[in-house]
């Protein structure tokens, strides 16, 4: 195998859509949407926990 071969199968592997350790799975498509539903997932937690920090504090009085 020659250097340019080797250099191209290296960027075919780069250019493959990043779907978060789902890649193992045999259906492309199917891992890709569960990645999809995973980050979905872990938005809406960071979300949550921000409203709850934000309810934490104290409310600003004014006077």
Do not use: C, F, W, Y
Request: glycine share 4%; hydrophobic share 20%; net charge positive.
């Amino acid at each position: 195998m020659s250097h340019h071969e080797t250099r191209s199968k290296d960027r075919d592997k780069k250019s493959d859509k990043d779907v978060e350790g789902h890649s193992m799975m045999p259906n492309p498509l199917l891992g890709e949407q569960l990645a999809r539903i995973r980050e979905r997932d872990v938005q809406r937690n960071i979300k949550q926990h921000n409203l709850e920090q934000e309810a934490r504090r104290p409310h600003k009085k004014e006077r």
